[in-house]
């Protein structure tokens, strides 16, 4: 939300985030807390090539056949 990083920076005082898909650099960025006071705020990119999330499920559709199941399943709700 709007509001994510500065509940992370008043609620939990982190100084980075790391849940951005926009960019794959980290940046600094500046962040009002909700006193108005601005913070510098590191962002490290979120990407699944430095997440070990890939490595828990094969990725994409190995067959035609599981793209089909899935598309198929999608529809049939």
Do not use: C
Not at 38 to 59: C, G, K, S, W
Request: net charge negative; hydrophobic share 35%; charged share 25%.
């Amino acid at each position: 939300s709007p509001n994510t990083r500065r509940l992370i920076l008043d609620e939990g005082g982190f100084l980075y985030d790391s849940d951005y898909y926009g960019d794959d650099l980290p940046f600094w960025t500046k962040v009002s807390d909700s006193q108005g006071a601005e913070h510098n705020h590191l962002i490290v990119p979120y990407t699944l090539d430095t997440n070990d999330m890939r490595f828990a499920a094969p990725q994409g559709f190995n067959t035609a056949d599981h793209f089909f199941t899935y598309l198929r399943d999608a529809f049939d709700v």
